[in-house]
Each structure stands twice: as structure tokens, then as C-alpha cells.
């Protein structure tokens, strides 16, 4: 019976078919991030294009640019070649998502057995949490990536193989470029205090190359200069990066609006990040992983991963914006009560392995029902949940698109932005448009020229000639064409 089922086709490449699901769900929820929902920006992602921006200063880029410095070159980068759209903001996000998500499959595939790492993966690219930080132009991705990057080449460190110096670079590159994001101090810290406490680890540091370890340490210490410079010229920015506001928080409206992201399943959400950031499903599972790593105290993952969250809830509580710090340990959870679960099914049927498959199904039915529901969750919560779809601007979509079809000559159309709160934001977007030009303030026209305003303009010389309108909105106008007048 067992040789029967061995030599199944779908048996004998169950791995790679998975990885290949795993590739393609991925492949449907960055198209969908980048490209269907949530389909604008927000005012968080206007501000971080205001502030890569500032990058380009003549004199010396201000201190607070610092800030996920990394993210913001490549940013910079997209809206410098294609221009400000909301594709061209979000792509640097999308770029890094997907790399987050290829380390994430191999530290996976490392640290647990491959039908775990297969569902885990397919699992943790189905989530909102990750779909909505992969297309988000204001760089929390990068607190996925780093940490994930650290962890894979740690362990990769530890497998000992020919390439073991090339790891301990990449690690200490890694390393160094992390402290530019929010609390990737913290998760250091975190990880180094276990490769302290745990004996295995203490091994694995013991047995290293020292000659590479140093070289990677030096340049680890060169590429955090800038960040000496930003600690000298502007103590807020590594506030900022410890994860502490600027401007005071209320504790109790904190703790609920934590605990709101994580347990909210009856109550409609107002603002950016869709709630509970994980499914009731994938929480099932994580709790399952809970109790496991408690049982095995020892291990390596029951160490990190209690370190992880122990040591950042405080920070969430006083900073509730920042929960995408613990989506790796999440992850790491998710996993290990789907590896408890198939272990504990094997277990029941050890050596019958028709009832083994037969026991598969039912998991297969969930895995199935939680990545598609995963998906669906976000695509139309960000698309028809009026509190966060409404969050999102579609205002560059309808600026560009007229511009581009109605008057495609620079010279003859004018943006003139009368919200003093993005008006910076809107003279990077002219500056980087071949299609209009910023204006302070309204001017003559000749007959060929217009203004596109996001307000009414009381003129004499200037008369309406169309609306441009939001669908999205219930107040639809949303910018005014003027022309010349023709009295």
C-alpha cells in the first residue's frame, strides 16, 4: 500500500507542486497589492516621498532621512525614473516584499520539515499583514526583511558549509543597514541575548571564522556613520527609531487600539491597517504554536521567539503603529501549530498511510479556506470597508490621467494645490511630471493653458471649465479645470 501511494505522481513532487502554489499565490497578491487594492496612497506615504525626496537637498540630506535610509534610496530611485504614480511610490515595497518572502520560504524550508514550510509559506503571503506592508510606500517591509534576512543567514552561518564566510558578511551588512529601521535594535539585541543564553548557539559563535567575522564587523561600522551622524545632529530621528513618539501617547487608547488589531472580528476599523491583522484561522494556529513552544522551552525557536515578543510589547504599547515588528514570530508560531497539528495526525495512524493521506484533506480543506480567505479579506476590505478604503487617496491617478490625456503639454497645464498640508508633496509631484507644472499661485492665462486646483479659485480672469470627481467619494468633486475667461 504505502510503495502504491510512493509512487503517485503528485506524491513523489508534492514539495516543488507546493512551492510552486507558494510562488503563485505570491505572484497574486503582490499583482493585487500593486495594482488592484488598495489602489491609492495614504497621507503617511505622501510624507515619506516628501522626506526621500529630501535625499536629493543640495547642502546635506537633513538627519531625519536616515530612517530607513536603505528603503528610501531605492524609493528614490522608482518616482526619479517613472515619475510620481501610485504604482512608482509602492514598487520599492513590492520589490522587497517579494525578496522577504523568498527568505522566508528558505528559512522555513530550514527550520521545519518540508510540508510544514510548504503551508507555512502559502499561509504567510495570504495574510493581510504582509499583502498590506508589501505595498506600503512608507517602508514598513523593511521590518520584515531585515529580521528575516538576519535569521537566514545566521542559520545559514550555522550550517558550516564552504560559504560560511560569504554568510557572515551578508549578516553583518545586515545588521548594519537594520538599525536605520524602527526597532531592528531591539530584535539585535533580542537575538543576540540567545546566541548568549542557549548552549548550541554559544557553540556555533565559538567555531566561526574570525578572520571574516572582523572584516564584516569593520564594515558593519563603516556603513553605520551616517547613522552617527543623525544620532549628533538629531536625537528625535533615533527616537524615532527606538520606536518612541515624539508626541506623547495615551496608554489606555493605546492598549486598545493594540489589542483592537489582533482581536477585532466584530467591529468595523477606521484607518490604514485593516483589523484583526490576522484571520481567526491563522490566530487558531499561532495559539496551537504557543502551547507547543512552551512545552519545549529549550529550543532555539521557544527562546527567540518569547524573547521577541516579550521584549516589544512594551514598545507596541506605547506605539501600537509598529505591529508589524512581531509578524515574523507570528509566522514562526503559525508554523509550529500547523507542525503540531500534522504530528499530532501521524501520530494517531503511524503506520497506515492510507489514513495518513486521507487525514491530509481536511488540512488541505483549511489551508485552502485560509489563503483564499486571506486574499478576498483584503481585496475587498480595501476596496468597499468605507473607514479604510477611504484612507487611501486616488488622487495622483486622476491628476495624471487627465494631464495626460486632455492637455499632455507641460507648458500649458498648472497644478495649484491650496492644501498647505500637501503642497509639498504635490511640488515633487509636478517637478517629476512631464505632463503639468506647480504653481503658487493662479496667474494669467492664454487661451491654451489651464490650472488644475483642489479648491475653488475666486478669479475674474479665470472661469470653471470642468470637475474632475472620486468615485470613492461621497463628496465627489475633487479638483477644478479653469481656463482663461472668456469675458
Same mark, same amino acid.
Given at each position: ?220 561600522? @563603516?556603513?553605520?556613520? /551616517?547613522?552617527?551622524?543623525? *544620532?549628533?545632529?538629531? &536625537? %528625535?530621528? $533615533? #527616537?524615532?527609531?527606538? !520606536? ?71 514598545? @507596541?504599547?506605547?506605539? /501600537?503603529?509598529?505591529?508589524? *515588528?512581531?509578524?515574523? &514570530? %507570528?509566522? $514562526? #508560531?503559525?508554523?509550529? !501549530? ?150
Amino acid at each position: 500500500m504505502k510503495k502504491r501511494i510512493t509512487k503517485l505522481f503528485i506524491y513523489k513532487w508534492r514539495f516543488i507542486i507546493g512551492y510552486i502554489l507558494a510562488f503563485a499565490v505570491l505572484g497574486i497578491t503582490l499583482a493585487i497589492a500593486g495594482l488592484i487594492a488598495p489602489g491609492g496612497v495614504t497621507l503617511s506615504e505622501q510624507q515619506e516621498i516628501v522626506d526621500t525626496y529630501r535625499l536629493l537637498d543640495d547642502n546635506f540630506p537633513p538627519a531625519e532621512t536616515v530612517i530607513n535610509a536603505p528603503f528610501r534610496a531605492l524609493q528614490l530611485a522608482s518616482i526619479t525614473t517613472l515619475g510620481i504614480t501610485t504604482l512608482s511610490i509602492k514598487l520599492s515595497a513590492l520589490i522587497i516584499g517579494f525578496i522577504s518572502a523568498l527568505m522566508l520560504f528558505r528559512l522555513l524550508k530550514i527550520w521545519f520539515k518540508p510540508n510544514v514550510a510548504v503551508l507555512a509559506s502559502v499561509l504567510t503571503v495570504a495574510t493581510s499583514q504582509f499583502i498590506l506592508i508589501s505595498q506600503s510606500g512608507t517602508g514598513q517591509i523593511m521590518m520584515v526583511f531585515w529580521p528575516v534576512a538576519i535569521l537566514l543567514f545566521a542559520t545559514l552561518i550555522s550550517k558550516k558549509t564552504n560559504l560560511q564566510p560569504l554568510w557572515q558578511i551578508l549578516l553583518a551588512f545586515s545588521l548594519a543597514l537594520s538599525i536605520y529601521t524602527p526597532l531592528s535594535i531591539y530584535i539585535i539585541l533580542i537575538l543576540g541575548g540567545v546566541l548568549l543564553l542557549h548552549p548550541k548557539l554559544r557553540f556555533t559563535f565559538k567555531s566561526i571564522n574570525k578572520k571574516a567575522a572582523l572584516g564584516a564587523g569593520v564594515f558593519g561600522v @563603516l556603513a553605520l556613520s /551616517p547613522l552617527f551622524y543623525a *544620532a549628533f545632529n538629531s &536625537p %528625535s530621528a $533615533i #527616537l524615532k527609531l527606538l !520606536g518612541i513618539p515624539t508626541n506623547g501617547f495615551n496608554l489606555l487608547d493605546n492598549i486598545k487600539n493594540l489589542s483592537g488589531q489582533f482581536f477585532n472580528f466584530f467591529q468595523p476599523v477606521n484607518g490604514e491597517i485593516l483589523a484583526p491583522v490576522f484571520g481567526l484561522g491563522t490566530l487558531a494556529l499561532m495559539l496551537i504554536g504557543v502551547v507547543n513552544l512552551i512545552k519545549n522551552y529549550h529550543s532555539i525557536k521557544s527562546y527567540i521567539v518569547g524573547a521577541w515578543i516579550i521584549l516589544l510589547i512594551p514598545i @507596541l504599547i506605547i506605539n /501600537p503603529s509598529l505591529t508589524v *515588528a512581531i509578524f515574523i &514570530p %507570528s509566522v $514562526i #508560531l503559525m508554523a509550529t !501549530g500547523l507542525q503540531t497539528l500534522i504530528k499530532l495526525w501521524y501520530g494517531i495512524f503511524p503506520q497506515n498511510p492510507y489514513a495518513r493521506l486521507t487525514g491530509l484533506l481536511p488540512l488541505a480543506i483549511l489551508i485552502s479556506g485560509l489563503t483564499f480567505t486571506g486574499i478576498e479579506r483584503f481585496t475587498n476590505g480595501y476596496r468597499y470597508q468605507s473607514g479604510v478604503y477611504s484612507v487611501f487617496s486616488k488622487d495622483i491617478s486622476i491628476i495624471n490621467s487627465f494631464a495626460k490625456t486632455k492637455n499632455p503639454a507641460k507648458s500649458d497645464t498648472f497644478l495649484y494645490i491650496q492644501d498647505k498640508n500637501q503642497q509639498d508633496f504635490y511640488k515633487i509631484v509636478a517637478k517629476e511630471s512631464k505632463n503639468f507644472t506647480y504653481i503658487d499661485q493662479p496667474q494669467e492665462l492664454i487661451d491654451s493653458q489651464i490650472v488644475i486646483s483642489d479648491q475653488q479659485i475666486a478669479s475674474k480672469d479665470l472661469e470653471l471649465s470642468s470637475i474632475l470627481t472620486n468615485p470613492a467619494k461621497q463628496n465627489a468633486d475633487r479638483f477644478y479645470i479653469y481656463k482663461k475667461s472668456s469675458n
